[in-house]
């Protein structure tokens, strides 16, 4: 969302209290407080996705489609996730697939696709983009694809536009597209490239994984063809979720079982699914919206703003406390806009923050946008004199868990000459993260220029 788009609440939005609803910020390392900034890597999960996945494995482990209860209960858990992952995407639950991660649906979605492939047909991947939407794409010149890589502008870490108009033919099929990049944060307009694709008859797939935690998704208004995401990213367990249109999903011809429903969104679903996962997934939306309405965004707001710690777990209209059934209402898109809001409107302060800290560092180099150029709060640097392992490393030591290397995002790297010395140092930041924190870690990392 544009800065000047912004509602009032988000711009009194303060999350901290919600570090309440997560055990693991607890934790120590050499007496000092751990500073979770790996949240790129996966966040932190809150109490209430961890009782809905245990009490789905305790209450109502079974498989689906079953004539007895716990696979009735089983049916109507994931159902609800699948309702509460188009509250966060903006499209209808059957547009809703899940999978083991964003990868693994990236490459069924390619092997799908590729069945249609014809020599000479042209694919289009970035140069920014993690491996996990180039290297599905990037298979098809098995089947004779042509694969085109757009170009980024190194200096700040952007698309080229032009090189992207300039790549997509009327021999495009498809172009994968990241919306935010996961190692400078970069944001991309991904519905303008969207619009290009389709002049030409070409499907879209946008990586959402590093956006989806950060900012609202629409993805009809982005009007993608296929998008995917991880919810492990946003408070979530270990599991993918795809979006995929109505005509270009049922257009699709998966690999599937042979007794497998040959209709989206199941007909990408191979085999069993992480049951639990999808209920922790769907947990995670309900913390998101419970975000929304604490902040004073969605139904009811202006009122729960000011009712004292209302939680999660035991939230009314979200009771996560019991895995939510078909009983429990599913996080309405208001609410679970209200919290992206409320996310994005806490987070940004204190990336610039972090970013405008670290520019003042000597001998730290911040790569990408300036802090108000469109980006995810995503911050990575390089320390003259030092690895971003032995960065890395030193900050371990003082309880700041941040990721050093490329993070598959192995071209982009590679393009600003750092694959060689290690790559960067990233620091992610999450709801749960602080303004203390952020300037412990700039302390920290000043430390560490001079260490
Ligand atoms: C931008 C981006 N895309 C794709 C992936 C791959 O996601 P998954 O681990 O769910 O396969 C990641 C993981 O870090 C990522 O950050």
Redesign the pocket.
Known sequence: MAEKDHPDHIDRADLTFCRNEFPALNQTVNGHPVVFLDG??GTQVPSSVAQAVSEYLLSHNANTHGAFRTSHESDAIIERARAAMAALFGCTPSEVAFGQ???TLNFALSRALGRTIKPGDEVVVTDLD?E??RSPWEALAEKGAVVKSVKVNTADCTLDMEDFAAKITPRTRLVAV?WAS?AVGTINDVAAVAKMAHAVGAAVMV?A??YAPHEAMDVKAVDCDFLIC?AYKFFGPHI?VLYGKREAFDRLGTYKVRPQEDHSPFKIETGTLNHEGIAGAGAAVDFIAWLGRRSGGGEGAGSLASEPAESPATSPTTAVATVPTTSAAVPSRRDVLAGMEAIEGYEKPLARRLQEGFSAIPGVRVYGLPPAGHRTPTVSITVSGKSPEEVAAYLASKGVFVWNGD??ASTLVERLGLAASGGLVRFGLAPYNTAGEIEYTLEQVAAASRA
């Open positions: 790129p890597g991660n964003m990868s993690h996990a939407n990241g996961n990586d994984v590093h991880s993918g993070f598959y």
